[in-house]
């Protein structure tokens, strides 16, 4: 792994939206499915997928409410040349020994719940990958 992307912020300022919006925007644009969508927890908006985009392969996990889900799907995509997450603020840390498969990491701070701030991190986070 290369890089992790976290969208943090708390509760309801639309992390999962944003990563929605970022799959989205990332599909149509020649990108290979390699795990399939699979929506997890009781939202149905929070999902994981592993796809391939511009000769990378990229883990996504929308769902960033237990620090133990973060941990084991960063442990358990390892492989991945990126993955994006959504973490709420309420854990103070990723753990450290998982960070240490990243070159680069990059954290994006989701303040609010509304289509400006979703957009620019969208565009954030996409300029990253």
Known sequence: MKKILVIYGKSSTG?????NDIFIKL????TNIIEPKTQIGG???DFTVVL???NQSIG???MGDKQGDVDDFINN????DVILIAYNERFKTIKTSLLQYADLIY?????AANDTD???VRQDVISKI
Do not use: E, V
């Open 15 to 19: 992390k999962t939206t944003t990563i």
């Open 27 to 30: 599909s149509p644009n020649g």
């Open 43 to 45: 939202d149905s908006k």
């Open 52 to 54: 391939s985009y511009n």
């Open 60 to 62: 996504i996990l929308s």
């Open 77 to 80: 995509h390892k492989y991945c």
């Open 107 to 111: 954290k994006f701070n989701k303040i």
């Open 118 to 120: 979703n957009a620019k």
